[in-house]
């Protein structure tokens, strides 16, 4: 049987960075300044700084405005609840991303809800999760709506199909669950946790499988129906001494062997990962034209 076709999170994401540019480019064109995201990063997890980086040099690309707050891991929760409220109130910034995670003293809830909910471009706040349930006009969360423009653009049918979440968080499993059941869209959708019993031959029923556990290679072939759709979200380092900073990333599926039976599979790295840079940008531009049409 030939390979699964890769769903290519890179490409797919560049079309949708130069529309974003293009958007941009039109904005400054009208006479309006561009729009400018804020990126807030507390302490110095390698991997939150290295994200924080491929955010800012995204966003460069697109003609959009970026500043890093960088701050200490001891930064104190007043500290930071009194930045996210300066930069609500300054009408220079339309998007406001605070990096999780936080560090364990900083309540990240309690951050999330002090973002104005016109500038959470990473669409977390409550406010922006109750519109994504209601169906009503918000911010998605970047990585659910960049599996959905995945799909949406490689022509993947949603509709009347079977999709299967591994894994309920608020960042992925359940806004994606959203999403895909929203009118239009059209799945029928499980959502899988650790608690879920013969989670395999739910897995198997699924025409198109979602993994967001964080658990390397954890979704094997068994698990996974000949010809489905599967979108891999897990980032996991791995030792791997033949690399020089000794570690490789890796999903949560068995990518070679699951690759045999699906029809369709995102790699990692380069799947999810830049769709969800995309999706930032995408918010941020929106944010912009939502301040300027008051
Ligand atoms: P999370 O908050 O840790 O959630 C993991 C989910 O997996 C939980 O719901 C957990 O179940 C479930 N799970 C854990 N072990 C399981 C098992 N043995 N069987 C079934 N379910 C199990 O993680 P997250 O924030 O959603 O992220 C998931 C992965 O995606 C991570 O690797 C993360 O780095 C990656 N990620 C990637 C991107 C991207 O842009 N590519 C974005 C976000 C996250 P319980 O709820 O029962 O504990």
């Known amino acids: ?50 994200y924080v980086r491929g955010k800012m040099r995204a966003s460069a690309a697109a003609g959009i405005e970026g500043e890093t707050f960088k701050f200490d891991r001891d930064l104190s929760e007043a500290d930071l609840l009194d930045l996210v409220a300066r930069l609500n109130e300054d009408s220079s910034i339309d998007g406001i991303l605070v990096q ?14 002090r973002l104005s909910p016109d500038k959470d471009v990473d669409g977390l706040h409550v406010i922006n999760t109750g ?45 994606l669950s959203g999403l895909l059941m929203r009118k239009g869209t059209d799945a029928t959708v499980t959502v899988c946790h650790s608690r879920t019993r013969d989670l395999a031959a739910i897995c198997h029923e699924a025409d198109i499988l979602i993994a967001a556990i964080g658990r390397a290679h954890f979704v094997t072939a068994t698990m996974v129906k000949t010809g489905a759709a599967v979108i891999d979200v897990g980032i996991n380092r791995i030792d791997d001494p ?18 045999e039976k699906a029809d369709w599979i995102t790699p990692v790295p380069g799947g999810v990962g830049p769709m969800t840079i995309a999706m930032l940008l995408s918010n941020t531009l929106k944010a912009a034209k939502r301040l300027i049409s008051g």
Not at 22 to 44: F, I, M, T
Not at 132 to 140: A, H, I
Request: proline content about 6%.
């Open 242 to 259: 033949t690399r020089d900073r000794g570690y490789r990333l890796v999903g949560d599926v068995d990518f070679k062997a699951v690759r």
């Open 1 to 50: 049987m030939a390979a699964g076709r890769l769903l290519d999170g890179k490409a797919i994401a560049a079309a949708v960075r130069a529309e974003v540019r293009a958007g941009v480019d039109e904005l400054v064109a009208q006479g309006h300044r561009a729009p400018n995201l804020a990126v807030v990063l507390v302490g110095n997890d390698p991997a939150s700084a290295s």
């Open 131 to 175: 519109r994504l349930w209601t169906g009503r006009d918000g911010f998605l969360p970047c990585t659910p709506a960049g599996i959905l423009e995945m799909l949406r653009r490689s022509n993947i049918e949603t509709r009347m199909r079977r999709a299967v979440i591994i894994g309920r968080s608020n960042l992925v499993g359940k806004p």
């Open 100 to 113: 999780l995670p936080l560090p364990p003293h900083l309540d990240a809830s309690r951050v999330i809800e």
